[in-house]
């Protein structure tokens, strides 16, 4: 049984940083294909970096040198470190995990919300 449990969200003001992480259970990172996404109220969910078992890394436009994804294989965890927070950041963040060659993310953890005044 998989499950992907996010923690390190909170409320921050602009310019402020918080630290993401995402522990797996029943999961192998060094396996996996991984990403982080986010959805605003009214909005649709969006991919904001991902990461693959080699650790090559890409990022949306929108948070490109703001945000740094990153992975412990030993201790199974994913990680976004967001920096330079913004308002339009505000949304509930979710880690989601895949077969490296398909393309549909399989698994999902509940989220966690980050708020940005």
């Known amino acids: 049984h998989v499950q992907l449990v996010e923690s390190g969200g909170g409320a921050v003001q602009a310019g402020g940083s918080l630290r993401l992480s995402c522990a797996a259970f029943?999961?192998?990172?060094?396996?996996?294909?991984m990403g982080w996404f986010r959805q605003a109220p009214g909005k649709e969910r969006e991919g904001v970096a991902s990461?693959?078992?080699?650790?090559?890394?890409s990022y949306a436009d929108s948070v490109k040198g703001r945000f740094t994804i990153s992975k412990d294989n030993a201790k199974n965890t994913l990680y976004l470190q967001v920096n330079s927070l913004k308002p339009e950041d505000t949304a509930m963040y979710y880690c989601?995990?895949?077969?490296?060659?398909?393309?549909?993310?399989?698994?999902w953890g509940q989220g966690t919300q980050v708020t940005v005044s």
């Open positions: 990461i693959q078992p080699d650790g090559t890394t």
């Open positions: 029943g999961y192998t990172y060094g396996r996996y294909c």
């Open positions: 989601a995990g895949r077969r490296c060659g398909l393309s549909d993310f399989s698994s």
